[in-house]
């Protein structure tokens, strides 16, 4: 019953800034933790970014740090990923996942299908 769908990904120019947006559906989505992760091809997937249930707290992965934020809005059960500064490394399938409590690089329980985000140079 759970749903995590994203949207907001397509081709884009390096330095672009779209914004990837996560709908949620079939959980109580205040009590979740949320998070973003990528996966590029022949690569395995990686943690990029995660928001607190509350809002109150944010992480991002080493590789965005500066660059993307991470964002949500519990009135709608949605969550963001404003992504700025974008680099061609940066070109993946960005999944948005859910973790009751908290979640981290270790992985998350819900998935969404992902959305792909290319880059060029």
């Known amino acids: 019953q759970v749903q995590l769908v994203e949207s907001g990904g397509g081709l884009v120019q390096a330095g672009g800034s779209p914004r990837l947006s996560c709908a949620a559906s079939g959980l109580t989505f205040s009590r979740y933790a949320m998070g973003w992760f990528r996966q590029a091809p022949g690569k395995e997937r990686e943690f990029v970014a995660t928001i607190r249930w509350s809002g109150g707290s944010t992480y991002n992965a080493l590789s965005v740090k500066g660059r993307f934020t991470i964002s949500r809005d519990n009135a709608k059960n949605m969550v963001y990923l404003q992504m700025n500064s974008l680099k061609p490394e940066d070109t993946a399938v960005y999944y948005c996942?859910?973790?009751?409590?908290?979640?981290?690089?270790?992985?998350?329980?819900?998935w969404g299908q992902g959305t792909q985000v290319t880059v060029s140079s």
């Open positions: 996942a859910a973790r009751q409590g908290s979640l981290g690089p270790t992985g998350a329980d819900y």
